[in-house]
């Protein structure tokens, strides 16, 4: 039995494409003496559809290509995920399902039982959980057929009151096949390898597994599909961040004796992996932002600050130098190396720079308004009048050059509303609002790892808004190796602040920054895109009310 | 037995607030002779508390409240809502809880087991549905006691594959004591009363209904608190759009033999009443955002056209005239009449108005921007521009005054995209944001039933953004007339082209429409938090990918 995986980058509601991917890839694996096939998670339609799972029309398509599909799937079987409909009258109306295609047509429908509602997840939202388990039967060969989070109920705080395979083992499958929709983190590969190998050393059988690869606005899929053997061994990986495409003899795979290189389900994140797997990531992100919304061209403020500096490589890996412009926008209070730093990086980038000093426009606005505003003394107001006068120029050059904007705020500035609504938080795309700034620099060092990118006055001067004279971060924030520190625990692990100083922390500290960090939700709500690289990024996987007094 | 209705404003995380109201009103009913006074679903943290419930600080705060409260419940009892931990390892870590209190002390838990997870909820992200139903003995009456979704799953197309109170009846309670966080839409008050009274006819016992009242960032509570009795009469109704407090003898109540006054489940939706309905609960959502966030007043840019004028006229209502302040913006393309009618507007209101012309701002813009775009024709950017230097103006207004921008972009616009983010999209809260505009006229109308407000030519010329000469928004739009119909089939009735072509609109202009709305999610995913008054209002119950090719 030659069991294909097939680790592809689809575009949701793109149906013609995704059809037409899946189909050659039926064909490649055909040729090749395939008898299985197997694709990602709602692979039809792509994931996350969203709320157009609520429109009969979509669901209509996703049928409609999964017929389309099993014609092909003559002399080759192939699993395809889709939706299907709940025949039922009680419950939700949709199944999250895996289609086993094979003699040109529908063999086996398997749905899934545990129904991620967490963090990014909104499947309950949509689908109604399977309650009936069963194998699919193929060339003498037994399958049970799971989707993605049926193998994710952990032992130790089970989220769900059952686990599929508990029952499914019973029928004493040959191999598990699951198959996925597993969001990126930098803290996921490690996770999925250790769930996986633990599945696979439980039910003694081996795990067969593909992901979705490919960016969908903020949601990263970094691939990794994988052979797991019944001793928990990893028997081969795809590719990260590429599609790809692998052929595997499941009697092999099931005679195969390769050994966990570490204690099972302990496998841990190696910080040197760490930031080029955040770095690859990224440009993943910005590159799949751009060709699945039909754009080239990116436009970036640069500020000759570290942000709009990691920013600009990111974007010049993801979309070619010769597609991404640099906009420096000097004020009155902007020290000359920056500029020189902006022009330096952009020389070293080989890109495109323009300067726009915005002296006249901010002078032209505090005319405007001073016969209401008079003698008030100068204050947040005219820093973000700075601010907001450059969001307009970029956005002005975007809308008559056809290019969008990249945003370059980073997480801690984001956590602490630190920026300017409508001026350095506009863009089409945050790249690095889940970045805390302490990984900026991380980041930094990594893309200057060969050579010399970003200036090293850049990386080493104090981080400055420079939107008064002489300011400088540190006036208004801790320390970011201190401010990075609380946050974490904060976002990442949802501590409150008993815990949180319990650790060591100042507490008149922790509760400023957490107070912070509440009262700033309105900004954050009206923030673009973020693209997620850690377990808790802002955006939708992060939800919370503006209008509450919960430590605010 | 004198049961206590409390319907309250809550304040999300405030538990200091939220615990003293309900103290002051124990205390009310205790003075008043009352055994058993209810209050609503979650009231110790406020609803939705959305992300706040991961947190195990606040999870202990709602325990800590509950036991306060719990002390002053001696010679009284008192069901109060708020999540409890679920004891069992597995499934979610907490269950959404109904607290009966009594000797001053807890003496049952309900759970509640129908999680809403659909529009803008999201009960099954944090909640483990309950599977054991039973009743509440108090003072030999025996009560059946569920929350909000419990009694919701309908007959014809049940969400749920099973209904609590089917079980629980078997019990043989004397009456249902339903507390509820049900938002408002327009149509929701009839779907209440239809729902409870065919569920008091359905079980044959009278339902004792207690709902939020307030606004908390976008969700809006109507109250709506109510009685049912066994014919299914509604036997009393608390207030609409106001805290309110009501004592009832039980014991009247089932002897009660007042009739529906229409066929049992067919309430129906008087327009009579749906734009004043509309009208109060904008009023409140405003002035609940406003003194929740410990604001005071409003900026409104005012450009004499009908969506501001709607938004002045609301914000006085719910601020106080001396708390609204209307800044006009004219440009080189602004017509006389535009500056003149929001005049006679800002009088009739009796507000504050200042104007401030973008002529030198929109030429200082493009004096910087002259050496890159060239001779470049003017396009969309110049009007963004013009928009854009609005947006920076009332944000420099709101920064150095303390006050919150509002936002006029009405429905319509927000679906197809007719609007410049970072410009007239700005603002903290948008207020008409889920009304289209054809019922925008209608609120205008309206606002002027006893004496003209708005002008009556601000309510008679045809709608134009003024970005350039002679510009009307039928030059990009078709009348809002047919684009509404169209809209609201596919927004809120979530029909697909070919069901919307059948319905008898044109084809090109339906796929067109679509088209729009689609491709411009976009920019609704940087909108201000949106009032809902709709069924399917645009923000956290409309979830929709923006890198997607869905009739895009």
Redesign the interface.
Known sequence: MKIALAQLNY????FE?NVSKIKSNIAKAKAAGVDLIVFAELAVC?Y?????L?????I?LCTDSINDIAKDCVGIAAIVGSPSKNPN????NLYNSAFFLADGKVKNVCNKSLLP??DVF?E??YFEPANRFETVDYKGFRIALTICEDLWNVDD?????ISPMNIIIHRKPHVIINIAASPFSYSHPEERENVLCKNALKYKIPVFYVNHVG???ELLFDGGSMVVNDKGGVVDELNYFEEDFRIYDAGEVIDNDVLPTHEIGNAKLNDDIKFPRIYNALVMGIR??FN??GFKKAIIGSSGGIDSAVVLALAVDALGNDHVHAIMMPSEFSSDHSVNDAILLAENLGIKK?I???N??YT??L???Q???GD?PF???EE??QA??R???L???S??MGYILLNTSNKSELAVGYGT??GDM?G?LSVIGDVYKTEVYELANYINRDKIIIPENIISKPPSAELRPDQKDSDSLPDYSILDKILFEYIEK??????IIGIGFDESLVRKILKMVNSNE?KR?????ILRISPKAFG?G???????????
Chains 1, 2 share one sequence.
């Not at 996350?48 to 157009?52: A, V």
């Not at 009258?89 to 939700?92: A, D, M, R, T």
């Not at 949802?494 to 815990?499: A, D, T």
């Not at 709500?525 to 895109?529: C, D, L, R, S």
Request: net charge positive.
């Open positions: 575009h949701i509601g793109n494409q792509g996350p559809p969203r709320d157009f609520e429109f009969n029309d979509f209509q009258l009680e419950g939700k509602n967490y909104d309950y939202r705080d089970p989220m769900y009151p960016a969908q606005t799949n932002y699945k919304l323009d726009i000093p915005i006249s426009i032209t606005f005319g405007a308004l016969p209401i505003f008030l204050d947040l107001t973000n009048i907001r006068s969001g307009v120029l956005m002005a050059m809308n008559k609504l409508y506009c089409g949802r501590k409150g602040p008993k815990e309105y709500y009206q923030t673009p895109p939708m992060r939800r919370l009310p503006i209008v509450a007094k919960y430590l605010s």
